[in-house]
């Protein structure tokens, strides 16, 4: 007899996700002979044990996401693409005025250079 610890260890999975599996019919009700609770630990036996490997041995949808595109995601991506496109046109036209405007600062500072006032010079 083993636990159910145990047989997750050799199945590659958490106790948990044998826990969930157990009390889900119909494992739930094919496994209930072989089970029993020793010291408050809940074991299973042999024949058991084959029926939860069973269990996990059967395909099991993936939670993983897949590689296709769906329709929303591609009508998400176009938006996503024209709003890029919009804001680089943004970027180069912020970026051009600027330019503009550190070239009309330096022609203002080039015809009127500061002179320093000097302290023992009065002026009338």
Do not use: C, H
């Amino acid at each position: 007899m083993k636990t159910i610890k145990e047989i997750a260890a050799e199945i590659g999975v958490t106790k948990q996700a044998v826990f969930y599996r157990i009390k889900k019919p119909p494992l739930s009700n094919t496994l209930q002979p072989f089970i029993s609770k020793l010291d408050g630990v809940l074991m299973v036996s042999f024949d058991g044990e084959k029926l939860i490997r069973q269990a996990f041995a059967e395909k099991v949808p993936s939670k993983e996401p897949s590689n296709e595109v769906s329709i929303l995601d591609s009508v998400a991506l176009r938006l996503l693409e024209r709003e890029n496109e919009r804001l680089i046109a943004e970027i180069a036209r912020l970026q051009s005025r600027n330019d503009e405007l550190t070239a009309a600062l330096i022609m203002a500072t080039a015809k009127k250079r500061w002179v320093p006032r000097l302290p023992w010079k009065r002026e009338r």
